[in-house]
């Protein structure tokens, strides 16, 4: 209703009505005019008829829409379903033209403003955030790894036609190594360094491997800041001094870390001292919308990777990903927006401070990963239970400096050690600084070794044969059955023992019972979240609903616990999603590509652990429901499994049979 028809309707209304209800929508006029003048977010919220509404006239704007329109092209956006019209609002044209994305699409004037609002509010969204300094936003209706796969792309054809190699810090998630194969580039995986119970960027290894391959036959780093525990982000300012040092690109996957302060600030310092091309984030990480979009930012030193992206989009594009953001941030406005930011991170404490309790009382730790601000670990190690296999047994590696060697795993001193584990029972080390200290062996510079304790033999384990409980893999209705079953495993019903019998015949006919653990066989045995689907970022590629997968001996020589995957659909069964299972010492070829101890980023991590994280939109409320169901599921595994071995403390460790 425009002045010109309010005035031809006080013929029909009372004048004082028509003023009254011409304020009203003055207010909603306004509401937009400080959207197109400001381009940023609101300071209040939108309702939902305001938003609606807008809506509504953005799409009467589409030529689709035109009420005289006849479209006689290839492609004029006629739905055949009302609701799917209704459901996309009729802007059913899509964005951008051939030549980039960010073009006026001339048939969707009001999607191209719908499309151009979003970049604006995002760009805003993130400044909030903590990304200062942004130079240029574009939001893609494409999910990260995609938009991973499109930023390599394009930032191959600026560098010199020798380069082909991406540096990777290694994240185990399938998603990023598969953006880089899929770009048509070969990945160089860089280990990371474990500092304490976290791992962290070894910087010094990427020099070195640009050394040795030549910064010409490099196309960049890719770097992550966001990933579940115990990995920590990625030092990516000292990595982006080093890429301008070297004159190589630098891509940093920031997948799911806008909502957090702390790694917007690193990212800021990044491409302010460094070189940083460009960071990808997901859409529905960050933004509380469905799967399907990403944002790409640069700095404003350098943003020209991002018109790059743009241009290299191949024709129009959907806007759905975009339109849902646009609501997003239209009904959270600035208050909302700080809001859920700053809720996550009170929920992120009320995580922690949960789970070292439950830590405690179960016997575990709460690893220390102090630069992961999301994501938290619990050990496993009290509900690891694996027989070694002595032929392939051997003697650790010299520890690091300020490190115990246990077996296989390493422990910083000053940590609770944990109970060792059923592989690490058997020959073992220990550094010299601590064998000389507990024992005062002066030949402990030679790495002499202790033999396993008297009476301890393969299979058994705190005096049970773990061989009575099995390798098997369950399914959902089949870990149902076997958490009906009450009492110990070593006593099963007889439909139970039937099922055990039964499932490791499945294992062998899956082709999975030895050798490394092929992606394309559909199996896995460590990474596996307690949803039993893959875990996102990642892609665990658990094998159906339960998160088991089969178990599968490795390269290691040893069996990943199917007692600990058996965890993770325990907690599926009660409802958990999200929460990760990593076993110790799972190998897995991914593209060709071999990985020790998959899932935790690390070849010989030293515990068997679980991820929590407290991501945004995540509540206190929902921290207690999950606190009560996991205590239930340790019960319920100890139940099932007999297993009551408890953490092994400091004044122990000179008895123990690791130092014998």
């Not at 509401?31 to 009467?60: C, H, Y």
């Not at 290894?205 to 990933?227: F, M, N």
Request: proline share 5%.
């Amino acid at each position: 209703m425009d002045g010109a028809n309010l005035q031809l309707a006080e013929s029909l209304l009372s004048k004082s009505y028509v003023l009254q209800g011409q304020q009203a929508l003055k207010q909603r006029h306004n509401l937009v005019k400080s959207l197109l003048s400001n381009k940023r977010l609101p300071d209040t919220g939108w309702d939902d008829a305001s938003i609606e509404w807008f809506l509504q006239d953005l799409s009467m704007m589409d030529s689709n829409n035109f009420l005289d329109n006849v479209g006689m092209g290839e492609r004029e956006a006629k739905c055949a379903s009302p609701l799917v019209w209704k459901r996309h609002y009729g802007m059913a044209h899509g964005i951008g033209r051939s030549g980039s994305i960010t073009d006026e699409q001339p048939k969707a004037a009001g999607s191209t403003l719908l499309a151009k609002l979003s970049n604006a509010l995002v760009k805003d969204s993130l400044e909030i955030a903590g990304l200062k300094d942004i130079g240029a936003v574009s939001v893609l209706p494409l999910a990260t790894g995609m938009t991973l796969m499109l930023s390599l792309m394009a930032l191959k054809k600026r560098r010199p036609p020798a380069a082909r190699y991406v540096l990777w810090p290694r994240m185990d998630q399938k998603s990023c190594l598969k953006c880089i194969l899929a770009a048509g580039l070969e990945v160089v995986v860089i280990p990371n360094r474990l500092e304490g119970d976290q791992l962290r960027t070894d910087v010094a290894a990427i020099q070195a491997k640009s050394a040795e391959l030549g910064s010409d036959q490099i196309v960049c780093v890719l770097t992550t800041t966001s990933c579940f525990a115990t990995r920590a982000p990625d030092r990516v300012e000292e990595v982006a001094k080093l890429c301008q040092k070297l004159g190589v690109g630098h891509i940093i996957n920031n997948a799911y870390g806008v909502q957090c302060a702390v790694i917007c600030g690193s990212i800021t310092q990044a491409w302010r001292r460094g070189r940083v091309d460009a960071v990808i984030q997901s859409t529905d990480k960050n933004f509380l919308v469905p799967v399907g979009g990403a944002v790409i930012a640069a700095g404003s030193r350098e943003c020209s990777l991002v018109d790059a992206m743009n241009r290299a989009y191949p024709g129009r594009a959907s806007m759905s990903p975009l339109m849902d953001v646009f609501i997003t941030l239209l009904s959270l406005g600035k208050t909302g927006w700080k809001k859920v930011l700053a809720d996550r991170e009170v929920t992120y404490a009320y995580l922690k401070q949960r789970l070292t309790h439950v830590a405690e009382a179960q016997g575990e730790r709460l690893l220390h990963t102090p630069d992961n601000p999301i994501s938290l670990a619990l050990t496993l190690t009290t509900l690891d239970l694996r027989q070694p296999v002595q032929s392939t047994t051997k003697p650790c590696a010299a520890a690091a400096p300020g490190q115990v060697s246990l077996g296989n795993r390493q422990e910083p001193v000053g940590a609770v050690p944990l109970q060792p584990a059923a592989s690490d029972i058997g020959p073992a080390s220990v550094t010299a600084e601590s064998t000389a200290r507990s024992t005062g062996n002066t030949h402990a510079e030679e790495g002499v070794t202790s033999a396993p304790p008297e009476g301890a033999r393969e299979g058994a384990v705190g005096g049970r044969d773990t061989a009575a409980t099995g390798e098997y893999t369950q399914g959902v209705t089949e870990a149902a059955q076997l958490r009906r079953e009450d009492g110990d495993c070593a006593h099963p019903s007889e439909e139970t023992a039937e099922l055990r019998q039964r499932l490791p015949e499945h294992d062998e006919a899956g082709g999975s019972v030895s050798g490394h653990v092929r992606e394309d066989e559909g199996s896995v045995s460590a990474g596996v979240d307690s949803g039993g689907e893959p875990a996102e970022p990642g892609d665990a590629d658990a094998s159906g609903p339960d998160g088991a997968g089969r178990p599968a001996t490795q390269g290691g020589g040893r069996k990943p616990s199917s007692q600990l995957t058996f965890f993770g659909s325990m907690l599926f069964a009660r409802c958990v999603s999200g929460s990760r299972v990593i076993p110790r010492g799972d190998d897995k070829v991914i593209e060709g590509i071999p990985f020790a101890g998959f899932g935790s980023s690390y070849d010989k991590f030293p515990y068997s652990y679980m991820t929590a994280a407290a991501a945004i939109g995540s509540t206190c409320e929902e921290v207690d429901t999950f606190i009560t169901r996991l205590e239930r599921c340790f019960a319920d595994f100890r139940k099932k499994f007999g297993n009551s071995r408890r953490p092994m403390h400091t004044s122990e460790l000179t008895n123990s049979p690791l130092s014998s």
